[in-house]
């Protein structure tokens, strides 16, 4: 397996839907060549970090109002 | 591989976090007329529908715009929520059809999602240096925050969406795909775009000796 192999099936890769055989020689192209390990583990990151990445609060006058809007339609139907 | 282990399919973050054990009975309730019960799944998904309409609008007005319209949406709808999904993807999909009417109109309809996009020819990267020590100690939860925002707001709408809807919200690809009217290759293709542009804007900031 070849460099410009890895990044056809990354995006598999990246997503765990690779059969074992094909995981493996990923693997095997990993374990030797390091641009390619580099290239997957930052993506990788880069993946985990948004994931993670918590939301801040909604501004105060935002938050404020989407709640009178809320509170205006769900409290005045009959 | 001495990497973490990832698997983008199957989080362990969202369930834990964000679907919560009483959710089935707060959506019952709500729909049985239950005002607080819909009071609290706002404020429950208030901060991540906002960052959703926020990341696809690239603005502020729009995006309280686009949130407010979602919830009140989703209120009126609540009777068609079937159960089969969960609220939360329902109420994404909601929140993503909001958002992209305001940048469709803010655009002047030059955004079109399903239109073929240029994905490139994919080539591995390489000018690649390692990042190192984890951005999340190195930063902190503002400043990450921000960075974060800043370059996934620089990426093109038909990458960032559905980066957002893939690896944000944590919708598989088939909820991606049927969200957005595109294919499941479509989907695929776009997300490894995306994916590997944020890796490289990122570079930027995470590299090991990038000033902070
Ligand atoms: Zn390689």
Redesign the interface.
């Known amino acids: 397996m070849k ?2 192999d ?3 099936e ?3 890769y ?4 690779l059969d074992s055989s094909l995981r493996a020689s990923i ?1 095997e192209h ?2 030797k060549c390091k ?24 501004p105060a006058e ?2 404020v ?3 009178d ?2 509170a205006k ?3 005045h139907q009959v | 591989m001495n990497s973490p282990k990832l698997n983008p399919t199957q989080p362990t973050f969202l369930p834990s976090h964000v679907v919560k054990d009483d959710e089935p009975a707060l959506v019952g309730a709500a729909k049985a007329g239950d005002i607080q019960a819909f009071e609290t799944l706002v404020s429950r998904y208030e901060r991540k529908i906002f960052r959703l309409t926020q990341n696809i609008t690239q603005n502020r007005e729009d995006a309280e715009d686009a949130m407010q319209e979602a919830f009140l949406k989703a209120y009126e709808h609540l009777g068609d929520f079937q159960g089969n999904s969960r609220f939360y993807t329902w109420l994404v999909r909601i929140a993503v059809n909001q958002a992209l009417m305001k940048l469709r109109r803010r655009r002047n309809n030059i955004v079109s999602l399903d239109e073929e996009v240029d994905t490139g020819e994919d080539t591995m990267p390489r000018e690649v240096e390692d990042w190192g020590p984890s951005p999340e100690e190195r930063y902190q939860q503002s400043e990450l925050g921000d960075i974060l925002s800043k370059v996934i707001g620089e990426l093109d709408p038909a990458f960032r969406i559905v980066f957002q809807l893939r690896d944000i919200e944590q919708l598989s690809t088939e909820e991606t795909a049927e969200a957005l009217g595109l294919s499941v290759p479509a989907v695929k293709s776009r997300l490894l775009r995306a994916r590997l542009k944020l890796r490289h804007n990122l570079n930027h900031y995470f590299r090991r000796g990038a000033t902070t």
Not at chain 1, 46 to 54: A, G, K
């Open positions: 460099c410009k890895i990044v056809k990354l995006a598999d990246l997503d765990e839907d693997e990993l374990g641009d390619c390990r580099l290239v997957v583990d930052t993506t990788k990151q880069t993946i985990q970090i948004y994931c993670n990445s918590e939301p801040a609060p909604l935002t938050r109002k989407l709640h809007a809320l339609r769900l409290h």
